[in-house]
């Protein structure tokens, strides 16, 4: 049985709610003198490293005095390069990866949370932890937890007839080990995002629901759903970004390994860059890495400026 | 149909209204306790002494001892590196709500010559990856003299902390009405007196959840803190990824510094629990 047509109102409404109209800001130049130390600041920080990056990657250079312009070179050898191509193709299916678990499981956990009485802030603490321990310290955790001879989840996994876990040895190990870690540090924030969509319900709606003899799915597809749109959308594009970067995890727990099976982007561009020393190499990649995340980031910001106002 | 949802004809209907499938609350809280798993073993690892953590596999601890702990608490190398973290985090933080308030005002109060193009810029900055600016940082920390420096990490982390605390905050102050700037404005206020006076008390919530997250982004970074460190202001997280000795990993002492770092998140988390949602999707939830 469906619901009818009023309760589908909620998404709607909630697209047209006025929060924020930026044609009703003041024109004044003058504002430009409040963000003037976070150009500077910013400059420093970010747009004076990124010329410099720039600038490693048109010059092979031998020693400081010592430089020659290769022009795209580097660009050229950097992406026909197997390594950086293998990387690229397993970030890829990572991210994807931990898309596909993550949004589905982060709305389900969402939907089951207690939404009344004390439990809410206790279900919100529990949830949110994980989000506020270290990236370093979730690997340290999940190196620890993984193990077979001193980890629960290890032993536990091993005490299965002719299994043989370990993530430092099997690749496919090692790769389930990362995805999980992954999914136990972030689904809290997809969760917590979709949680503060669905309490932003006005309680009506639910009990129009009830009064329509609902089920729980019709419930969920025509009230909760629509809700979520404008979340979800923030959440895919947050977790794409951030497993499209990650790097401490599976450096503490894998060290990119066994062999290259989770050698990320940044995984490898920092063993090019800090490792070996490859100033050419290095920046060109860098800038190639940099690009997808600025293409991804305007979707981003196209996204988040137009659901906000 | 439409009047009915807010008469709730029946009481019995509207206290069930909204309730979620049976089985529901279970389901949530066997998660819960999933997540807290692996987060209890860390713990358990932390007061086990070495020899029973090598000696054999055991669920409960044979042996509590805070012996880890100690070792932590009596090896300088361990603890000045934790100082470290808590120096560069405070001050990265600082700077970072320094610098970003005043333009958050600008952004949710302001039009101006291209706003939306560094309203953007900033974002790619937060959204970036650290390993890209790993070499010239290390190059240009040194050649400025910042390497190895509670400042220099306090001024990298401000790559990724100014943009999320703009955002953040614009997000926080655009939900203030104009109105109260313009009555404020009326009755004879500067900007400036208005902002300290009025505007900065009403904000201090959210001023306090953007340091908050500040101190947090800064407090799990490791790759760049780790490149443009070495000895005197090394990081936690660097030390703690290079536990290994002789002797093979010390997995106690390891676990024990684990737990050490959780601290700050865990001792604020009951007072931003409604936030930390916002926090990451730089207040846009």
Redesign the interface.
């Known amino acids: 049985m469906t619901v ?3 309760v589908e109102d909620p998404a709607v409404t909630a697209a047209e709610e006025p ?2 109209r ?1 044609e ?9 003198l ?2 003037l ?3 500077v ?2 400059t ?3 747009l ?3 010329m ?2 720039v600038n ?1 990657s048109v010059q092979d250079i031998f020693s400081p005095s010592d430089r020659i312009f290769v022009g795209l070179e580097w660009f050229r050898s950097v992406t026909r390069d197997p390594e950086v191509r293998g990387a690229f193709l397993r970030t890829l299916m990572f991210s994807a990866q931990v898309l596909l678990i993550e949004i589905p499981l982060g709305v389900a ?1 969402a ?5 009344r009485g004390w439990t809410v ?1 206790a ?15 979730v690997g ?3 190196q ?2 993984a193990r077979g ?5 290890g ?1 536990a996994i091993n005490q299965v007839p002719g299994v043989d876990f370990n993530y430092t040895l099997d690749s496919t190990d090692a790769w389930i080990t990362v995805l999980v870690m992954d999914v ?1 540090h972030w689904t ?2 997809v969760a ?2 979709a ?3 669905l309490r932003s319900i006005p ?9 329509d003899g609902a089920s ?1 799915w019709a419930t969920f597809r025509r009230i909760q759903l629509p809700r979520l749109r404008g ?1 979800l959308t ?2 895919i594009l ?1 977790r794409f ?1 951030d497993s ?2 990650i ?2 995890e599976p ?2 727990v894998t060290g990119g390994g066994p062999g290259n099976a989770t050698s990320f ?2 995984v490898l ?2 063993k090019i ?2 490792g070996q020393f490859d ?1 050419g190499p ?2 060109a990649f ?2 190639l ?2 690009l997808i ?2 293409i ?3 979707v ?2 196209t996204v ?2 137009r ?2 106002r | ?2 009047g ?3 008469s ?2 029946e009481p019995a ?2 206290r ?6 049976p089985w ?2 279970t ?2 809280w066997l ?2 306790a999933t ?5 209890l ?2 713990f358990g ?1 932390s007061i086990r002494p070495n020899e029973d ?2 000696g054999g ?1 055991s ?1 409960v601890p044979q042996r509590a001892t805070l012996d880890n702990y100690a070792t932590f608490f009596s090896d300088s190398s361990w603890y000045s590196s934790y100082l470290n973290s808590i120096v560069y985090t405070s001050l990265n933080a600082v700077m970072s709500l ?3 308030i ?2 958050a ?3 949710s ?5 291209g ?2 193009h ?8 937060r ?14 920390y040194q050649s400025v003299g910042l390497f190895d420096t509670h400042l220099g990490v306090a ?2 982390h ?2 990724f902390n ?2 999320l605390a ?1 955002w953040i905050l614009e997000g926080f102050m ?2 203030i009405p ?1 109105e109260i700037d313009e009555t404020a404005a009326i009755d004879g206020y500067s900007l400036p007196r208005f902002f300290v006076r009025i505007f900065l008390p009403m904000i201090r919530s959210a001023i306090g959840v953007t340091a908050f997250f500040c101190f ?1 982004f800064s ?5 760049i803190a780790r ?1 443009i460190t070495s000895v005197n202001a090394k990081p936690i ?1 660097a030390t ?2 290079r536990t290994v000795s002789a002797a093979g990993v010390d ?1 106690g002492l ?2 024990a ?2 737990v050490l ?2 601290i700050p ?2 001792v604020v ?2 007072f ?3 936030y ?3 926090g ?3 207040g ?2």
């Open positions: 009818t047509e009023p929060d924020r930026p009703a800001k003041p024109k004044d130049n003058r504002a430009w409040l963000v130390p976070v150009v600041c910013v420093f920080t970010a004076i490293p990124l410099t990056v490693y956990i939907v089951a949370m207690p939404r802030s279900a919100l603490v529990v949830v949110a932890l994980p989000l506020l321990i270290p990236w370093n310290v340290t955790i999940w620890i937890f001879d001193i980890g629960l989840g032993w136990w809290p924030l917590l995002l949680y503060a969509a309680e009506p709606y639910f009990q129009a629901a009830q009064i729980a979340v923030i959440a947050l970004m499209f970067m790097y401490t450096f503490v982007l940044s561009l920092s860059a800090v100033l290095a920046g860098s800038l890495y940099f995340v600025q991804v980031s305007y981003f910001f988040l400026t659901s906000g | 149909m439409t009915a949802p807010a709730s004809p209907v509207a069930r209204a909204g309730r979620q499938l529901a609350r389901v949530f998660y819960a997540l807290m798993l692996p987060l073993w860390m690892m953590i090598l596999f669920i320094v610098v970003a005043p333009a005002y600008a952004f109060r302001f039009r101006f010559a706003d939306r560094l309203f953007f810029w900033l974002l790619t900055n959204m970036a990856p650290p390993a890209v600016f790993l070499l010239p940082f290390f190059q240009i001024i990298a401000m790559l100014v943009p703009v655009s939900g104009r947090m407090w799990v970074e490791l790759l490149t997280a703690m990824t997995w390891l676990a510094a684990g770092t959780i998140g865990a988390i009951w931003v629990r409604n930390v949602a916002k990451f999707a730089l846009r939830v």
